[in-house]
């Protein structure tokens, strides 16, 4: 606000002293300090008043923000509705394999669904169940079979 300097508050003393006398100049000094401490309170409880409502307000433009997600709810259904054509185009079988265009009015037949294991099996090589059987307890087959020759006996 304004400033007093050093001298200035001397002048202020001296005056102080003249006009109200050396009986009284330490009560006024007393109710002047009280008077100063009541200003100051004043000033900051003004501040803190000012400084929450600037708080007040910046929530209330916060949540007036949060408040407008139409534009994320409108974003929700777009990506919902781009899900639904992704399912729909990975559920479509689209054309057989080696089928191209023009080649045919229709795309070929597919072999009949009781052909198709045997097919397949037919190109798969063999495998040993038993050997790669879980639920098989102990040690593999192979441990397991007997020698061809009997062992021979330690006494002759």
Request: negative net charge; aromatic residues 6%.
């Amino acid at each position: 606000m304004f400033e007093m300097g050093f001298w200035e508050l001397v002048l202020v003393a001296v005056v102080a002293l003249i006009v109200v006398g050396p009986e009284k100049l330490p009560g006024v000094a007393r109710t002047a300090g009280l008077w100063v401490g009541k200003a100051r309170r004043m000033v900051a409880d003004v501040k803190a008043e000012v400084d929450r409502e600037l708080q007040l307000e910046e929530l209330k433009q916060s949540f007036r923000q949060q408040a407008d997600l139409g534009g994320l709810k409108d974003f929700s259904q777009k990506m919902k509705s781009l899900e639904r054509d992704i399912q729909a185009e990975f559920n479509d079988p689209g054309p057989p394999p080696g089928w191209r265009p023009g080649s045919a009015i229709e795309p070929p037949l597919e072999a009949t669904p009781s052909s198709a294991p045997a097919a397949v099996a037919a190109s798969l090589p063999p495998v040993d169940l038993a050997k790669n059987d879980p639920k098989r307890v102990g040690p593999p087959p192979a441990v397991l079979s007997r020698p061809s020759a009997p062992p021979a006996d330690p006494n002759p």
